[in-house]
């Protein structure tokens, strides 16, 4: 087992959780630092009455890969209660069995896989690190028009603010008073209010791994467009980890945003694991955040080949935070096509819709259309 680094002074009672999310990382585990702060937030909030409630918080806030939970109860117990043995003693440590979340203008490790598989054939778990250029299609005049109309065609929702209105559901005395004072006194009309609306946040979530591989370019280029159209947006790409791309994709270039989005992302075309993905997602509070009230988009041919339980569990999570998920699927291109795989068909009474995402026109048109149900 591997010595976790040395700390820096901390409050006697964060130590040991604190050098727990170290040791963590020490023995390969992908653990960002809001997720620490997360598990010291969730131990403060659970009192704690006993060891199992610090064991389950860390295990909801440090999302430890399931293929991996018997390695992380063991460092917990060697860790909290001195168990004797070395987790791990008689297992080859695999990098490639991690999900790690990378942020922008983090510092970055990257652990290189010892075997690079031919990829954008079918699914796999495997992950393959890899450099990649990205050369979008030309669709720059469908981008476009997609980014001037997007502002109008996003579904929005009632604020707390109110303004003056013709019609509305009550009586604007402020208004109507002002113009009582207009007519010396005399009350012409009651003027009415009603709730101002607020466009709905937007959360891009793009797969890029080896079955998406001939859609990868396009999506990323539809996200530099959505980035630019509205101002709420986060994106994130997932494959064997998750990446967030939205500062980079602010740059007005498109060209010098992908490229900068290329060094960033590290598993392009590489292994299918959503769920792992959407959990480590979920786990930094930050990032859930962006979730919550949001239209969710999901470009993604939902091929999972990790658990689809995780999947499934994700998804459940995300969906009770978000407004609505949308899957776009180049899958569904083909009209007969129907969810098979266990953790899409499990998912699909969860999303909103599950459509076409074969082409960027069939994206922008299904994004345009969201905006036509009423405000809630």
Request: aromatic residues 6%; proline residues 6%; positive net charge.
């Amino acid at each position: 087992m591997t010595t976790p680094p040395a700390l820096p002074r901390l409050p006697a009672a964060t130590r040991p959780l604190v050098a727990f999310a170290g040791l963590l990382r020490a023995n390969g585990f992908a653990v960002a630092p809001e997720q620490t702060v997360a598990f010291l937030a969730a131990v403060d909030l659970l009192g704690p009455r006993s060891i199992d409630h610090v064991r389950r918080a860390a295990a909801a806030t440090l999302a430890p890969p399931l293929e991996r939970r018997e390695t992380f109860d063991a460092l917990f117990d060697a860790h909290f209660l001195g168990a004797a043995g070395e987790p791990g003693e008689d297992e080859e440590f695999q990098p490639d069995d991690e999900i790690k979340v990378e942020e922008e203008g983090a510092h970055q490790e990257i652990l290189i896989g010892e075997e690079i598989h031919e990829t954008g054939r079918e699914a796999t778990a495997a992950e393959a690190l890899a450099v990649r250029r990205l050369t979008p299609p030309d669709e720059g005049e469908t981008l476009r028009r997609f980014a001037r109309d997007l502002p109008d065609a996003l579904p929005r929702r009632r604020g707390y603010r109110r303004r003056s209105a013709r019609r509305g559901p009550g009586f604007d005395l402020a208004a109507s008073l002002k113009a009582a004072i207009r007519n010396d006194g005399e009350v012409m009309a009651l003027k009415r209010w009603r709730r101002n609306t607020r466009v709905r946040p937007v959360l891009l979530l793009i797969d890029v791994s080896g079955s998406m591989k001939q859609r990868t370019d396009a999506n990323l280029a539809f996200a530099h467009a959505l980035v630019h159209g509205t101002p709420r947006v986060e994106v994130f790409t997932f494959g064997t980890r998750l990446t967030r791309l939205t500062t980079v994709l602010k740059r007005r270039n498109r060209a010098r945003a992908l490229a900068l989005a290329a060094d960033l992302v590290a598993d392009w075309d590489g292994g299918t694991r959503i769920g792992d993905a959407l959990q480590a997602f979920l786990a930094v509070p930050r990032f859930a955040g962006y979730a919550r009230g949001a239209v969710v988009l999901v470009l993604s041919d939902g091929l999972e080949r990790g658990d689809p339980r995780a999947m499934i569990q994700a998804v459940g999570r995300l969906a009770a935070r978000a407004h609505r998920i949308d899957w776009l699927s180049p899958l569904a291109a083909d009209g007969a096509y129907r969810p098979e795989t266990e953790g899409l068909a499990a998912i699909r009474p969860l999303l909103a819709s599950l459509t076409n995402g074969g082409s960027t026109a069939a994206v922008c048109r299904h994004v345009l259309s969201l905006g036509r149900e009423r405000a809630a």
